[in-house]
């Protein structure tokens, strides 16, 4: 079975700062890889995700993420955060042509003004 | 605005109590999904409909009880709960089981509170 590591739990960062937070996964075969975003109050929804093709892919407000399939890791990462991105991320993994999707414990993300 | 929309978004029941949590997903989806979310946990899957029939169920205990009428409502019946069954319960919906773009719609959730 298939299981997702985000080892960091809770990161601070002032605006501006760059992000990247690690995702790594356990699976031999074909995976499809997503990140999801969780704004306080709000619901879970798709930041970006990865399916083939260009193992850099770009999502919504500056996020991006490189899938390296050598190390089984798909981190996020943004130049310069804001505020407003302060939330909880979570990586997911599912096995290629199959939805049932595994996700990571989740990293809480504090920008602090 | 989701287009899945759970209620209650609060739920305070006692052990011996007989509650439900509703989901309708407005996206025209064919797969459903329960998930339960527990602080410092990751999402743990409880059920999987898929044209409303039952594809998976994670090893959930009795107590816990899904019913999918149609595509488009999804239903989870508590029964006999316990204080660590307290979480957040998202309910959530997809294009496909297999394939497709793989992406979840999710609600916003259901917060229970067992007493």
């Known amino acids: 079975a298939q299981s997702v590591s985000q080892h960091n739990h809770h990161v601070i960062l002032s605006e501006a700062a760059s992000l990247e937070l690690g995702c790594n996964y356990s699976?031999?075969?074909?995976?499809?890889l997503f990140w999801y975003v969780q704004y306080p109050g709000q619901h879970l929804q798709l930041l970006l995700k990865?399916?083939?093709?260009?193992?850099l892919v770009k999502g919504i407000k500056g996020f991006e993420a490189e899938f390296i399939k050598s190390k089984f890791s798909f981190n996020l990462r943004k130049p310069s955060v804001q505020w407003s991105d302060t939330a909880e991320y979570f990586c997911?993994?599912?096995?290629?042509?199959?939805?049932?999707?595994?996700f990571g414990t989740g990293t809480k993300l504090q920008v602090i003004p | 605005e989701t287009g899945v929309t759970q209620t209650p978004r609060h739920l305070v029941m006692g052990m011996t109590n007989k509650k439900s949590l509703k989901c309708e997903q407005h996206?025209?989806?064919?797969?459903m999904y329960w998930y339960k979310q527990s602080a410092k946990k990751p999402l743990e899957l409880m059920f999987v409909?898929?044209?409303?029939?039952?594809?998976e169920n994670n090893s959930v205990p009795s107590r816990f009880s899904p019913e999918c009428p149609n595509s488009s409502h999804l239903f989870l019946h508590l029964h006999t709960l316990q204080p660590e069954d307290s979480a957040l319960y998202l309910c959530?919906?997809?294009?496909?089981?297999?394939?497709?773009?793989?992406?979840?719609?999710f609600g916003e959730g259901s917060r229970l509170t067992v007493l």
């Open positions: 959530a919906s997809s294009q496909d089981l297999a394939g497709g773009t793989g992406e979840l719609f």
């Open positions: 699976y031999g075969g074909t995976v499809n």
């Open positions: 990865y399916f083939s093709g260009d193992p």
């Open positions: 997911a993994v599912t096995p290629g042509g199959y939805q049932k999707v595994t």
């Open positions: 996206l025209g989806h064919n797969a």
């Open positions: 409909y898929n044209f409303k029939e039952q594809t």
